[in-house]
């Protein structure tokens, strides 16, 4: 998982139990614009 924090981390930001790091966030924007990079980090 990309964000860490365990399966239900990302379920946890979205209901706003919890608050994301600022690098999660910034890593969530980066792929919004550019989606095409996800394939890429999986493979790293």
């Known amino acids: ?3 860490g924090g ?3 981390a ?9 608050v994301p790091a600022p690098a ?3 890593l969530l924007r980066l792929l ?4 095409e990079e996800l394939e890429r980090l999986k493979r790293a």
Not at 10 to 18: A, H, L, N
Not at 32 to 35: E, G, I
């Open 1 to 3: 998982m990309l964000t």
């Open 6 to 8: 365990g399966h239900n």
């Open 10 to 18: 990302f379920s946890r930001y979205e209901t706003g139990k919890v």
């Open 24 to 26: 999660v966030v910034n």
């Open 32 to 35: 919004d614009r550019h989606p």
